[in-house]
Structures are given as C-alpha cells and as structure tokens.
C-alpha cells in the first residue's frame, strides 16, 4: 500500500495521509489558528510562562501509573516546572492528589520520589495530613492565636482521573473531564488493556532544548532517513497515515515490517525481519524472493502462536497487530503502542529556563505470568530481548545527554540518535541567522501541534469553552 506516483520513468513520493477528525460537532479538529513557529516560542520566558498559565495548568497531564499506588498508603510525587504534586492511595482506597507543600509555611512535605507512608508529615514541624489530604494534627496547636478549622488547612487538591491503568492530573477543578478530553482515543486504545502490563523500565534524561523541540522531533518522519537508516529494512515511514483531534492529539500508523519503498525490495529478509520470523517460528528462506508478503505472514502467524502462549489477539486488526502506532497527547506525552508492549515518552518542561527540559520514557510489558512458560515466549515482544522483569519497581534511571552519546545509557538506538540532535536544535534557535521553522507538507503533525499551542493559548481557547473557565 505504497503512497507514490510514477511519471515518465520517475518515482515521485506524494504526501502522507492527514485525516482530520472531530470529536463532536462542538469539538472540531480545526484549532482557528496558524501557528509561525518563530525561535522566540522556543526560547523566550514569557511565551514560557503563557505556556505554564494557560496550558500545563489547565490540561490534563500524565502523572504515573495506578501500579505505583496499590496498598493503602502509596505514593509517588509529580513535579513539573515549580509546581509538584503528591498522588496517594487513601484510606478509603482512592486516589487522591494534592499539592506537595504544607499549609503551615509552605515547606516541601515529601521529598522522595515514590514509596509508602501512614500519614503525610511534614519533616519540618511535624504538621500531619491524612492521606487524603485532610489535617490531621498540628503539634502545640495551643501555641496558635489564629484559630481555623483543619478543612481551612487542609491540602489542597489536585483533580485526577485514571485509565487503562495510567493516572492523569489537572491543576483545574473547572477543566472538563479526561474522557472529554481524549475523546475516541479511548476506545481505540483500550483493547491494549495498558492496566494489565508491568512497568519493566524507567528512564529520564535531562536536555538543553525546549520541550517543544522535542515533541517537533517525534511529531514528523521527514528525519528518518537521514538519521535513523536502520528503519529502512522494517518500516514505512513514507507511507504513514495520519489522524489529526481535537486539542491537538494526533495518531500516526506507519507499516511494518515491511521495507521502505525509497529503495529496491531485497531478494532475502533483512537481519531485523529475520529475526522476526524466526521467533514466530517461520523460517527466512520461505520468504527469499517474497519479503513483500512477510507483513502479512506475521499478522496471521502472532495469532497462531498467540494461542499457543495464551495471549489473545482477537481485539486486534491485523494492522494492529503488526504495524507500529503512535499516539500524541497533548501536550507532552507521545505512545508508541504494540499489543505486547507500551512505550510512553514525554517531556516536561524546566521549571524556569525555556531552553532546557527533562525527557522520559516509560517501558511496559505484557508480565510473563500473561504468558505460558515457554522459551519461545518473550519473542512474542518486539525487543523485549533488552528488557528483564524486575520482581520490585524499575528502578527510575535518570542520566544526561552526555550519558547517552558516550553510551552509558541508552533508550534505544532510535530514541539516542533524536537524543544526539536535540540539543543542536534548540543551540540554532539562538541563531542570527535563523528566524523561523518551514515546514513541507509531511510535516503537517508539527503544524497541528502549534496550531493547537496557540489555540490553548488564546483568550477563547477552544478547552477554555468547553470547561467554562476564563
């Protein structure tokens, strides 16, 4: 299903595919907005802190995993520019969320990144909340002139919802909900069941670029040819097909494993489609002068010996259950989704410099005890071959860029080779000789993306409408 046009001998490659989607008549897909994607967006303070009062404030966010928060008294601590947010498992067993700074004098309360309390304290006077938030005890209350009530001093809230497994938090009590907020996307994504994989790596690397020179690298394959060559022998980055939402989610669905149609077709499987067929226990040389049916052997084949390690790809379509999907979330985390295993990667903007940001991905995987003990089995996975099960919490591995050019650290070889550019990105936009980004037409997710930043950012603010807030 190649997306090219052949005149006089010549293969010309048109477009990719941009379907644009609206979540209801209300909620348009069209943002009334086109963004100039000018260095100063990039790099100046106060579209840092437009960005912070209308955007992070006010969206809903991706904050952690339900898993992180099992038992009665869990924890773990979202922080995202000056703002941190402790989300709990109460005594109700709920999920609470609320801000991580004491009523007393504003003292950070916790400090630890994750873990398991009675009660939250705080190291400094020792004034006690429940885990929902509520004060509890304030040590020599007596000592207090002021008299208030503990519902006065208690912590304040953080919205939060979950789902599939994934926790999401709004900094907005008036913001409509997460499920009018994601729309469709949920149901196409919850035959993954995300709630039933297991966290088997965490990994965050802090850069010197903005967080939106980050999302521009992921939201276009105009790159992948020039930096990421390996992708020619298994995927089809010129053909994508594109879906462009509301409040700037976008979806791309790009083939696999099949090769890039830019170059001639192989008699004999690439290494990375060998190694594919032979975990599915097909061998290579029944595919020497057939690559081009290998896609499809593999959709009809995952389902043979999905059966035989008991897991079920009867939610999926063939194309889910081979191609490779990436959905963007507005407006920081990006999935790259396979029944088998989830990556989600984001950035998070630095607390007060528009030229550095923190970048994080998050690995899961279908648990073995989803899968009958054979040595066949973690095959199954697209390079689950790099990843063991921790029988405790991944542990958070956090690194630098230098970590990852010099090979100390990686987040696979795709994401390192973004990670070896990003910084230079972000150095041009300093640039005298440099004033604005122009985009081709396969770049149409970028402009999507602005587009929607500057809706967000406007004084009639689509989201604004729709939650009723000024």
């Not at 907005?172 to 088997?200: C, R, W």
Request: glycine letters at 4%.
């Amino acid at each position: 299903m190649f997306w090219r046009l052949s005149l006089g001998g010549e293969t010309i490659f048109m477009p990719q595919r941009f379907n644009y989607i609206d979540f209801s008549e209300e909620i348009t897909s069209d943002p009334k907005h086109k963004a100039i994607l000018s260095t100063d967006r990039y790099t100046n303070t106060e579209f840092m802190q437009s960005e912070w009062d209308k955007i992070w404030t006010k969206t809903w966010l991706f904050a952690g995993l339900v898993s992180d928060i099992q038992e009665v008294g869990d924890f773990f601590v979202y922080d995202i520019g000056r703002e941190s947010i402790i989300v709990t498992r109460n005594e109700a067993k709920k999920i609470s969320a609320f801000y991580n700074v004491c009523q007393h004098r504003g003292n950070k309360i916790l400090s630890l990144e994750c873990g398991s309390v009675k009660k939250v304290s705080c190291p400094y006077h020792g004034w006690t909340y429940k885990l929902n938030g509520k004060l509890e005890k304030i040590p020599d209350v007596e000592l207090f002139n002021q008299k208030f009530s503990c519902d006065e001093k208690s912590l304040k809230p953080v919205r939060v919802e979950t789902w599939a497994g994934l926790v999401f938090i709004n900094m907005t009590e008036e913001s409509a909900s997460l499920e009018t907020f994601l729309g469709p996307i949920i149901d196409q994504l919850n035959p993954y069941h995300f709630e039933n994989m297991k966290l088997v790596k965490h990994q965050t690397v802090s850069l010197e670029t903005n967080w939106k020179t980050v999302r521009d690298n992921f939201l276009e394959q105009y790159h992948v040819d020039f930096i990421h060559p390996q992708h020619a022998s298994f995927v089809d980055c010129c053909d994508a097909n594109n879906d462009m939402w509301p409040f700037g989610h976008t979806r791309t669905m790009v083939l696999s494993p099949v090769m890039n149609p830019r170059y001639s077709m192989p008699e004999e499987p690439p290494d990375f489609m060998s190694q594919y067929l032979n975990g599915l226990e097909l061998d290579p040389k029944d595919f020497i002068g057939k690559v081009s049916e290998i896609r499809e052997a593999i959709q009809k084949q995952k389902r043979v010996i999905g059966k035989k390690l008991g897991f079920d790809y009867s939610e999926f379509t063939d194309d889910q259950v081979s191609d490779v999907l990436q959905y963007d979330i507005f407006p920081n985390i990006f999935m790259t989704i396979h029944p088998e295993r989830l990556w989600i990667f984001g950035p998070k903007p630095h607390h007060s410099d528009p030229n550095k940001c923190s970048f994080s991905k998050w690995t899961l995987q279908i648990p073995k005890n989803k899968i009958r003990d054979d040595k066949r089995g973690l095959e199954l996975l697209p390079g689950s071959s790099d990843y063991e099960y921790p029988k405790d919490r991944a542990k958070h591995e956090i690194f630098s860029r230098e970590d990852v050019v010099e090979g100390r650290n990686s987040m696979t070889i795709t994401i390192d080779q973004d990670i070896h550019y990003l910084n230079d990105m972000q150095a041009g936009m300093h640039s005298r000789g440099f004033e604005a980004a122009v985009l081709n037409n396969d770049e149409e997710r970028v402009q999507h993306f602005h587009n929607w930043v500057d809706n967000w950012l406007s004084k009639d603010s689509l989201w604004s409408k729709i939650s009723n807030f000024k």
